[in-house]
């Protein structure tokens, strides 16, 4: 079955950056789409930014647009690059995959990562 391993939440001040990452295992087939989704307190989970590895395409959440970059550093692993950061980033970072397309919604996606906290001070 597949797993995710996130890494690299921490407490930084604002300004400051960070680097998640995100490996998963057991995947056998191509085409799989990972990201990262973030929660915090009384909010609803929402997406950060995905990116699909058959080809690389990438989608950001518009609080996430040039201050974040997602990439792929092996076939099954991806970073997200953090910089900038804003007390309103402060939260609990997922990653997310499924074997497939990317969609927005945290619903469509099948594997879960345990998360990894980010939190940003004024």
């Known amino acids: 079955q597949v797993r995710l391993a996130e890494s690299g939440g921490g407490s930084v001040q604002a300004g400051g950056s960070l680097r998640l990452s995100c490996a998963a295992s057991?995947?056998?087939?191509?085409?799989?789409?990972m990201g990262w989704f973030r929660q915090a307190p009384g909010k609803e989970r929402e997406r950060v930014a995905h990116?699909?590895?058959?080809?690389?395409?990438t989608w950001y959440d518009d609080s996430a647009k040039d201050r974040f970059t997602i990439s792929q550093d092996a076939e099954t692993t991806v970073s997200l690059q953090m910089n900038s950061l804003k007390p309103e980033d402060t939260a609990m970072y997922y990653c997310a995959a499924r074997g497939g397309y990317c969609y927005r919604y945290p619903t469509e996606y099948t594997w879960w990562g345990q998360g990894t906290p980010v939190t940003v001070s004024s």
């Open positions: 990116i699909y590895t058959d080809g690389g395409r």
């Open positions: 057991g995947y056998t087939k191509t085409g799989i789409c």
